[in-house]
């Protein structure tokens, strides 16, 4: 559909504050002016507009942009310090995005790196120095499966992974993101994201996980950061794709959670919010259309049909990414005005993969598996049943194209599946034949 391929006037869509102003209001107005400065050379009433079809992702200036992450931050980047784990995979996720495969040299400095940062207690720190964390080693497991070779996979030491897993683990089902830390989703989906991609999932790791996480949703149908907080967009999709993980999407308040995901976006930005009465911000164009794959195959399971679309407007989604996210140095930003970084680069270009790709959970294909009692339907064997339909929305530019991101897992659907492939050999030698294929011609290896 689209905010710009329509007939609605742009200034028909910008925020009524009903004559009373507040500082939320004026700030959100003052965004809207920047959006609008963006989209008035293509808005359906002007008499001069400008061809959807010339928009441009500008590809080159960002795969510059990331490369230099490899000479170094600067100064800049010691605010960093102990996310050095995902600066690579924000840099290295966007690059496979894109289809940029690294050279030799780099992968064997990363697989080095890493060997640094791994644990003898578990896990993966933010750096030589720090502690082990749970969103770091998931960075730190993703980048590895984005690396893809078999001295990445073979580096992980999945026998202290899985103590340092089990040593985050709550009672109530919840985990702490270090040692003695804070709890909240992003530990739940941090954690079981790594198990499900490793074969470390266990009736142990996941006993009262769903628990937690159902409890975790609010009165307005998102999912908070734990218990009793509010719904936020990030916390959202930890906890859909966790729930997904464990099979266990159903138990949520579906009705609340769709009317919730969906007023995230915006109607003159077309990019989505995190909170409610908050501003868009690029990040969650990933964040906020993640939920959106999950959510189908959810309704689609219950419903039994295949015939359904994403629950967001996929074109207006691309419009804000490509008009209002994009630097002209390079890379991605939150939003108009602000300056790229590798953070909002990464998740406005997973975002644009979401929206140009449809990725289907074959059910078929999960039934037929399960008939060889091999559990289809969560962890790694069920994140294999994701593939990507023969059917593409790109706004401007045909070569704008992205890889498709996997639903869960956010890195490409071909890292996720060669991982997985190597840590669930075993299974996968019973059920190859029976596996998805993409529609695309994509076949498993």
Known sequence: MGIL???TGLSEL???DDGLPTDTSIEQKRIEDLILEKFAPYAPHNPHKKSLESILLHRHSHIA???????GLGRWGGALDASKPWVIYWVCHSLDLMEQQLDETTVMRAIS???QWQLPSGGFGGGGDQLGHLATTYASINALAIIGTQDAYDLIDRESLYQFLMKMKQPDGSFTMNENGEIDIRGSFCALSVAALTNLLTDELTENCSEFIV????YEGGIGPYPGKEAHNGYTFCGLAALQILGAMSRLNINNLINWCSSRQMPLEGGFQGRTNKLVDGCYSFWGAGDF???RELLQRSEGTDDME??????ALQEYILLCCQSNYGGLADKPGLGADYYHTCYCLSGLSTSQHSIQYDRKAAEAIAKLNIDSHKGGIGSLMWKSENEYIVVGDLNNLLAPTHPVHNITLTAARKIIHYFYAEDIEKCHALLPRDEDGYHHQ
């Open 310 to 315: 994403y629950l967001f407007d996929r074109e």
């Open 293 to 295: 794959p999950l959510i």
């Open 215 to 218: 409890r975790s949703q609010t």
């Open 5 to 7: 391929n329509g007939f």
């Open 113 to 115: 790196t890493f060997k």
């Open 65 to 71: 942009y990331l490369k230099k992450a490899f000479k």
């Open 14 to 16: 910008r925020y009524n």
